[in-house]
């Protein structure tokens, strides 16, 4: 339960003028995909801390079906690392990549402790 995947069809509304993925757009893909993966981790609410180390790799055309992967890199008490790739159907190598870090919250905002939903799953804690 620690990985998701979703895939997107390139389409012109996501582009800019050069025919490829607009940069904004892969960005809230990654993001979107990293608060999936989060969410379906555990059992809080949660929100985006960071973006950290987003690389767009290769352009990606309209047209293009993008596949976008995230995984669980870490989990701490109340905030998870979240890494997220994204590669065109048939490519060998990724054209976006990002990691995010993502904080367990309640209704007021506060951070909590992260409660996994399935704890054989988990990968090992850090601070």
């Not at 990654?30 to 993966?37: E, N, S």
């Not at 960071?50 to 905030?79: C, E, M, N, Q, Y």
């Amino acid at each position: 339960m620690n990985e998701f995947v979703r895939s997107d069809l390139v389409l012109p509304r996501h582009a800019n003028h050069y025919g490829t993925l607009f940069g904004p757009e892969g960005l809230s893909w990654l993001g979107q995909v990293a608060y999936l993966a989060a969410s379906r981790y555990c059992h809080e609410d949660i929100v985006m801390a960071a973006a950290k180390d987003v690389a767009f790799l290769a352009p990606v055309p309209v047209g293009s079906v993008l596949h976008l992967h995230a995984r669980i890199a870490r989990v701490g008490r109340s905030s998870m690392t979240v890494e997220v790739r994204a590669r065109v159907d048939g490519a060998n190598a990724d054209a976006l990549r990002a990691s995010f870090e993502m904080v367990a919250v309640d209704k007021q905002g506060r951070p909590v402790r992260i409660q996994p939903r399935d704890a054989s799953a988990a990968p090992a804690s850090a601070g």
